[in-house]
Structures are given as structure tokens and as C-alpha cells.
């Protein structure tokens, strides 16, 4: 195996590993030093959720690593808009982002429907926005605000960086993911109370909308017909009701007794068929020679 030398560049610049910036850090109360590798984001298609002009790609990051904590590490050097975690190899950095937006809006939603609930709904909202683990030697994109910020990032100065922990690590951290996991009744109430609530109104207005549109003649003076969900209604407005007779309930009452069954579904199932088929075919030919016997035993045969 060839071994990778380190580019020593000058002492007051991070050295060089295969083209990426090696960081340093050390981790608060510990007294090892963890190393990060990052450089310029690029690709041959263009993404605008990763734009290569001010977006850096970052590995080797810790396990437990969360976007605060690399605000913090670029504090100073850059501003950071957003950070796209790889929890696996190949993970669609878009859907990746997509997911965190919708969470992010949700604990926002929940967060308002939980407003002036007792103190314990509050800290299990608080609790479910306990970020997942990364998978060892993760990697991340971290997308900057401006362009000229990553000529600054990749200029950083040489130097031990301190990566700072907070209460969610160690034993707390899988105490906050216990909790997480069962989470108190009271938020599952307001939390599926919240989400009844978002979508009666939303059914509630796509009826309106519907009902508005019901009997409005268009630009040439016809009336559209409006798909609606049966409810006893016609496209007046007006109710009606319709009666089934005595026979033709009986009739869908049967019907629904009777199994379905399904012939020829399989190909066993038509080769047994012909079989069948054959067999009657040959008992009713014998029956017929034993009986034309019969019948020419006893002088009654006739063939013409």
C-alpha cells in the first residue's frame, strides 16, 4: 500500500492530504486530536442546492457532529447558510435536505400548537429535535452565504481548532434519545390534534372552492360538471334521495353472499379443466356403446 505524503504548505496555511485542507481539532475535555479534510465542492452537473462557488465538502467528521457545531468551527472565517449531512455513501444530498426542511417546518407547526401547554409538552418538542447519528468518518457540504467566503475558508490559518460539546453528548444524549422514543401523551395529542386541525381546514376549504364553482357558467355559457364526492346532493344544491326495491336489495344481498371465484387463473388450473373434460367425454361414449348393445341385443337398434 503507498502511503500519501502531506503536503506541507506555508507554516501559517493548513497543510495539504490529495487536494483537501487537513483541519485539526480538539475536542473539548478530551486529549486527542481529530482531524478534518475538506476542499471545494465540485461537480459535473450543476446543483442549485449545492452551488460549487461557495460550498465546501467536509469528511471525517465526528459521529455526533450537528450543524451548530460547524457554525461554530467556521465562526469567525465564514458564514454558513446551511450543511447537508451523508449519513451513508451515494445519499441524495437534495432529498437529504428536503427531509430536514419538512422536519424543521413540522417541530415549528408543533411547536406553535404546543404554545401555552403544560411545561412537560414543551420538552418533549424540545426532545424530538435531537439530531441522528452520523455513521463513522461521516461527511457533510457546507454551504456558505457568500462566494468570497470560500477563498477564506480554504486560506484558513494553520492552528488547533476547538470543537466544542454540549449537553446532548455521552449518556445524555441517549437519555434524550429514550425520551424521544416515548415520547409523553400529551404531545402525541397535540401533536395529531395539530394535524386533524391542518387537514379539516384544508378539506374544508377545497369543499368551498368547489361549491363556488358549481353551477358557473363558463366564457361560451356552459356550466362545467364538478367532480364531488357523493353526498346526497345534486349540482343545484338540492338533496335527493334514492330507494332500492325489495328484489334488487335481495339481489345485491346475494351477490355479495356469493364467493368470486376465478376460472383459469393458472395454467394448472386449465390443463385439469380439459382433463375433466376428456374423461366426461369417454364415460358418456361408453355409456353410449353399452347401450346401443342393449338395445341391439334386444332387436330395438335402428340406425336408419
Request: no cysteine; net charge positive; proline share 3%.
Amino acid at each position: 500500500m503507498v502511503s500519501k505524503k502531506i503536503k506541507k504548505s506555508n507554516s501559517s496555511e493548513l497543510d495539504e492530504l490529495s487536494g483537501y485542507k487537513v483541519l485539526p481539532v480538539q475536542i473539548a475535555g478530551g486529549t486527542g486530536t481529530h482531524y478534518l479534510y475538506f476542499k471545494q465542492h465540485t461537480s459535473k452537473r450543476e446543483d442549485p442546492l449545492l452551488p460549487s462557488s461557495r460550498t465546501i465538502y467536509i469528511s471525517n467528521i465526528p459521529a455526533d457532529a450537528t450543524e451548530r457545531d460547524l457554525r461554530r468551527l467556521f465562526q469567525g472565517v465564514a458564514r454558513v447558510a446551511r450543511v447537508v449531512f451523508h449519513s451513508a455513501v451515494g445519499q441524495d444530498a437534495v432529498k437529504v435536505a428536503a427531509a430536514a426542511a419538512q422536519a424543521t417546518s413540522e417541530i415549528s407547526k408543533i411547536s406553535k400548537v404546543v404554545k401555552g401547554k403544560p411545561k412537560a409538552t414543551a420538552e418533549v418538542t424540545k426532545v424530538q429535535q435531537v439530531a441522528p447519528l452520523l455513521s463513522s468518518g461521516g461527511s457533510a457540504h457546507v454551504v456558505l452565504l457568500e462566494d468570497v467566503e470560500l477563498g477564506a475558508v480554504l486560506g484558513m490559518k494553520a492552528g488547533v481548532r476547538e470543537w466544542a460539546i454540549d449537553s446532548s453528548h455521552g449518556l445524555a444524549r441517549h437519555v434524550l434519545d429514550y425520551g424521544a422514543a416515548r415520547p409523553a401523551v400529551d404531545a402525541v395529542r397535540a401533536d395529531v390534534d395539530a394535524f386533524m386541525a391542518r387537514f379539516e381546514e384544508a378539506q374544508y376549504e377545497r369543499d368551498r372552492m368547489l361549491e363556488q364553482q358549481q353551477n358557473v357558467a363558463d366564457a361560451d355559457g356552459f356550466i362545467p360538471v364538478v367532480r364531488r364526492a357523493r353526498g346526497g346532493k345534486n349540482t343545484d344544491g338540492t338533496a335527493s334521495v334514492t330507494a332500492m326495491s325489495t328484489d334488487e336489495a335481495r339481489e345485491a344481498g346475494a351477490a355479495r353472499k356469493e364467493p368470486t371465484t376465478y376460472a383459469n387463473l393458472y395454467r394448472f388450473q386449465a390443463r385439469e379443466r380439459k382433463r375433466d373434460q376428456l374423461v366426461d367425454l369417454r364415460r358418456k361414449f361408453e355409456e353410449d356403446k353399452e347401450k346401443i348393445a342393449r338395445m341391439r341385443q334386444a332387436r330395438q337398434f335402428r340406425p336408419y
